[in-house]
């Protein structure tokens, strides 16, 4: 079993910025897909930004120019700088990767627990 650990969450003032990052809790043969979700009260999750094995990047229309989402596939992580942050900011940010065990090649996605963002003054 896989566990992704995400850290950089915390209180931030509006316009300001902040890091996420995510890696696995063990060594995997591979990662496809790397991306980030929020979730933020009474809202359904939502997609911020996700990006491929060849760098191939997408990102949720409210988030475009302020965040941007990169990955080390040496290192298996994947990062979320988020510039100015508004308070519609404020969420759970989830991390998600797409494993594939060497053994089967099956693709197993798994999802961090989740770490807070507040944007507020």
């Known amino acids: 079993q896989v566990q992704l650990v995400e850290s950089g969450g915390g209180l931030v003032q509006p316009g300001g910025s902040l890091r996420l990052s995510c890696e696995p809790s063990r060594s995997v043969y591979r990662i496809n897909a790397m991306g980030w979700y929020r979730q933020a009260p009474g809202k359904e999750r939502e997609l911020v930004a996700r990006?491929?094995?060849?760098?191939?990047?997408t990102y949720a229309d409210s988030v475009k120019g302020r965040f941007t989402i990169s990955r080390d596939n040496a290192k298996n992580t994947v990062n979320l700088q988020m510039n100015s942050l508004k308070p519609e900011d404020t969420a759970v940010y989830y991390c998600?990767?797409?494993?594939?065990?060497?053994?089967?090649?099956?693709?197993?996605?798994?999802w961090g627990k989740g770490t807070p963002v507040t944007v507020s003054a």
């Open positions: 990006i491929t094995m060849d760098g191939d990047t």
């Open positions: 998600t990767m797409g494993v594939v065990r060497a053994a089967t090649l099956y693709l197993t996605n798994y």
